[in-house]
């Protein structure tokens, strides 16, 4: 099993240099009038970077939310406290959130 595991990285290997020989050599007139033909793909990248980003902000904002019950339901007295620390801590979360929209946003090339 070793020896097959060897004999397949070094085919791999030596079809990995293998590419380099088969690339097209791009002029500059070829260049230019190729134009960009990866906007589509930094689009569905930057949506799918933004769903993480919400997903995760999400998550923290639930459990913030719960834990913020969980206290004012032990301590009555402090649910005021309780409720000024959870506040700040969601204003945060969102901030991070509408950061990761802005650098998403921002590296977008057009």
């Known amino acids: ?16 240099s293998a590419m380099s020989v ?5 002029t500059p007139a ?4 190729a134009g960009n033909n990866n906007a589509g793909l ?8 933004f769903a993480i980003a919400v997903f995760g902000g999400a998550l923290g904002q639930s459990r913030i ?11 009555p007295g402090a649910a005021a406290k309780i409720q000024t620390m959870m506040i700040l801590g969601l204003a945060l979360i969102e901030s991070l959130v509408l950061f990761a929209l802005l650098v ?5 090339k057009p």
């Open 104 to 108: 998403i946003f921002a590296g977008l």
């Open 22 to 26: 088969m690339a097209e050599v791009a």
């Open 42 to 49: 930094y689009a569905i990248a930057a949506g799918v970077g």
């Open 1 to 16: 099993m070793r020896k097959l595991n060897l004999l397949f990285f070094a085919l791999v290997g030596v079809l990995m």
């Open 65 to 75: 939310g719960a834990a913020a019950c969980e206290g004012a339901a032990r301590n």
């Open 30 to 33: 070829v260049a230019e009038s």
